[in-house]
């Protein structure tokens, strides 16, 4: 069996994390929203839940989790410094090799971090067994066209003056994706949608502020390891298009739904076959044969 392919350095995205970890409060109004849209998709079910897996969430989702009642939170990051301000019970531990036995927790949530994962079906495989049967897993991560107006003129300007471009913005998944890994991955009742965050700058410069505090760099394996010419960030920069109201940013959350498998609570399709009720008599209407013309 193939491994899978490595886009990201880990190594480089653990240090980055680290160094996030005196940092991050920087940027803690747009990580505190994302962690609320999130944790608010709990008010759609009427489950309680005990034992949360916190996988990220860089202080700002394992609160949340414990002021809706939920007594033990485990906050798992691969940066220990990270780790130690998650808010639960500090654990240091890497996204693509869980260390957890099948059924450890009845919800897991992952507040933009998948997004680093090298295999992110195989992780999500791994989530799915660290749920007990019948719980929940939420995560959020940012997808297509999140920081288009960046990748744009990074490239063009790159393209100017080298005559070729490197990968310098972190790829990001589709909507379209979402469901489909979670299906693959043996979730129930998989759901993916997405919503759009309203990000304005005052200048591009603090955008690229705000990602190296949050930890969020170029950390693509593929990227150029050359010191970038000395006019590739303002000739960049230059180029991001400027509204009335500052600079926007595109930034699309999306969010992943699915639960652990359970034969005994949940609903599944009737095998084919078994139904006791003609579609004809249910719709009220007169059953036709193949070509037989319509009576009225």
Not at 191 to 207: H, K, M, N, T, W
Not at 242 to 271: H, I, M, N
Request: charged content about 25%; overall charge neutral.
């Amino acid at each position: 069996m193939s491994e899978p392919m490595r886009i990201f350095d880990r190594r480089l995205l653990r240090l980055r994390r680290s160094r996030a970890a005196a940092t991050v409060d920087r940027v803690a109004p747009i990580l505190e929203d994302a962690a609320e849209r999130l944790i608010d998709r709990l008010d759609d079910t009427t489950h309680r839940f005990t034992c949360a897996l916190d996988i990220g969430g860089r202080g700002f989702v394992a609160p949340l989790l414990k002021a809706r009642g939920i007594p033990f939170v485990t906050s798992m990051d691969l940066a220990p410094a990270m780790a130690q301000r998650g808010g639960g019970l500090p654990l240091v531990g890497d996204e693509e090799w869980l260390p957890f036995a099948d059924g450890s927790f009845d919800l897991v949530v992952a507040s933009l971090s998948l997004h680093w994962v090298n295999d992110l079906p195989g992780a999500l495989v791994q989530i799915r067994k660290a749920l007990k049967p019948d719980g929940l897993f939420l995560a959020s991560l940012p997808g297509l066209p999140t920081l288009t107006e960046l990748r744009e003129a990074l490239q063009s300007a790159e393209s100017g003056l080298r005559g070729g471009v490197s990968p310098r913005v972190s790829p990001f998944p589709e909507l379209r994706d979402g469901a489909g890994l979670l299906q693959r991955a043996g979730f129930a009742l998989p759901v993916a949608d997405g919503e759009d965050i309203d990000l304005r700058y005052r200048s591009p410069l603090a955008l690229l502020r705000d990602l190296r505090a949050a930890g969020e760099g170029n950390a693509v394996l593929a990227r150029d390891s050359r010191i970038p010419p000395r006019d590739l960030f303002p000739a960049a920069l230059a180029m991001m298009p400027e509204a009335e109201d500052g600079y926007r940013v595109s930034f699309r959350l999306l969010v992943l739904t699915g639960w652990g498998p359970d034969a005994t609570t949940q609903s599944k399709p009737a095998r084919p076959g078994s139904a006791n009720v003609r579609l004809a008599d249910a719709l009220g209407t007169a059953e036709q044969g193949l070509g037989e013309k319509t009576r009225h």
